[in-house]
C-alpha cells in the first residue's frame, strides 16, 4: 500500500516557483489549499532528487520464471483440448511453482494461446 496520495508534477512545480519567492510553506499550503506537511514532503523530494516526477515504483515478483512459462505453453499446444485446470494439475508435479488457475490462463492469454476449445474435425463421409 502506498503512503498517501501524491502531489502531481505541476503542483510540484508550483511548490518550486512559489518557494522561489520567498513564501513560507504555510502561504504556499494555503495558496495551493494542500496540508502544509505535503509542501514539506515535496520541498524534500525536490532538494532529495533534483526533479519533479514521482520515482518509479518497483513491480510485483512474477509467480512464474521463462521456464514454467514454456512449459504451460508446450503443455497447451501438445494438447489443444486442455484446460486450465487440466493444465493446473499437471503442474502440481513441478515443486518449485505454485500457481493459481487464473495465473496459467494469464501465460497461455501471454504465449498467445487463447481460451479457445479446438473443434472436432466434421466427418466427411457420405453416410454422415
Known amino acids: 500500500m502506498s503512503k498517501g496520495k501524491n502531489i502531481t508534477p505541476n ?5 518550486k516557483v512559489l518557494l522561489d519567492q520567498n513564501l513560507s510553506q ?11 506537511c505535503a509542501i514539506q514532503n515535496a520541498i524534500k523530494h525536490i532538494n532529495k532528487f533534483g526533479m519533479l516526477e514521482n ?4 513491480p510485483r515478483k512474477r509467480s512464474t520464471t521463462e ?3 514454456r512449459i504451460i ?10 484446460t486450465a485446470r487440466d493444465i493446473y494439475n499437471e503442474m ?3 515443486p518449485e511453482c505454485s500457481l493459481s488457475v487464473r495465473s496459467i490462463r494469464r501465460r497461455l492469454v501471454e504465449a498467445g494461446l487463447n481460451g479457445r476449445i ?3 474435425k466434421p466427418l466427411v463421409s457420405l453416410k454422415n
Open 11 to 15: 503542483q510540484r512545480a508550483m511548490i
Open 26 to 36: 504555510v502561504q504556499i499550503a494555503k495558496k495551493l489549499k494542500l496540508s502544509r
Open 55 to 58: 520515482a518509479p515504483r518497483t
Open 67 to 69: 521456464r514454467i512459462d
Open 73 to 82: 505453453s508446450r503443455l497447451s499446444e501438445g494438447n489443444r483440448r486442455l
Open 92 to 94: 502440481k508435479a513441478y
Open 118 to 120: 479446438a473443434r472436432k
